[in-house]
């Protein structure tokens, strides 16, 4: 069973437009949520991260929201570039306090985003 | 600062062979983790070794295997392998403490023919 879910498969966007990645998640214990950006052939890049103790945080152009209740978070990109074109991955991971460490990250399936120009 | 390094980048191995993968974290990292990315499975935790010893383990067989030097350069082994290990597998370092968030490598492309 997925715990982190991300339903859209791919997105397409304008350019200067924003873009929206979602991300669900089934799992309470999560405390702490990132987001990957992954060219092919190469590992992901880290973007962007949260703490469940916050319900945003912003880097530039990129915007995380987490809303615990929904258990739900979004990547906002503002304005989208066509350098922004990538597999975006959200992933998650629980507090020590419940068996989760830092080096286990729990990945979505992954969202390809496209900025057309 | 030099990024995690993985090597080799491409690898082509026989079934029932065995392959080892290393990866060297970022400087000052002491927590290593591997995953595995496939196209049906997407990334998948394998395990995480911190100051030596394992300190989480994902769902693999035991033909999967790794440690952790004292340098904090791990290695990843696979035994007898089938053609379903055929994968992208990502070495990512962190701190190990309060910082979570996790760098990646570019990763070795294992290959079972």
């Known amino acids: 069973d997925q715990q982190v879910k991300q339903n859209s498969p791919s997105l397409s966007v304008q350019e200067g437009r924003i873009s929206i990645l979602n991300c669900d998640y089934t799992?309470?214990?999560?405390?702490?949520f990132l987001w990957y950006k992954k060219y092919p052939a190469e590992g992901p890049t880290f973007l962007i991260s949260?703490?469940?103790?916050?319900d945003k945080n912003e880097d530039g152009r990129f915007t995380v929201f987490l809303n615990k209740s929904a258990k739900h978070l979004s990547l906002h990109i503002v304005p989208s570039q066509p350098g922004d074109s990538a597999v975006y991955f959200c992933?998650?991971?629980?507090?020590?306090?419940?068996?989760?460490?830092?080096?286990?990250?729990?990945f979505g399936k992954g969202t390809k985003l496209s900025v057309k120009p | 600062k030099a990024g995690v390094t993985q090597t080799p980048r491409y690898l082509i191995k026989t079934r029932g062979q065995q392959v080892t993968l290393s990866c060297s974290p970022i400087?000052?990292?002491?927590?290593v983790s591997w995953y595995q990315q496939t196209p049906g499975q997407g990334l998948q935790f394998l395990f995480e070794?911190?100051?030596?010893?394992?300190?989480n383990k994902g769902n693999f067989p035991g033909r999967f295997s790794g440690r952790q030097f004292s340098n904090s350069r791990s290695e990843m082994n696979v035994s007898t392998l089938e053609l379903g290990d055929s994968a992208l597998y990502l070495c990512?370092?962190?701190?190990?403490?309060?910082?979570?968030?996790?760098?990646f490598g570019q990763g070795t492309r294992l290959t079972v023919v």
């Open positions: 990512a370092s962190s701190l190990g403490t309060d910082m979570w968030e996790a760098f």
């Open positions: 799992n309470s214990m999560f405390d702490y």
């Open positions: 949260i703490s469940s103790i916050k």
């Open positions: 992933a998650a991971s629980g507090s020590r306090n419940y068996g989760g460490s830092q080096g286990n990250l729990i």
């Open positions: 400087s000052g990292h002491r927590s």
């Open positions: 070794y911190f100051s030596e010893t394992q300190r």
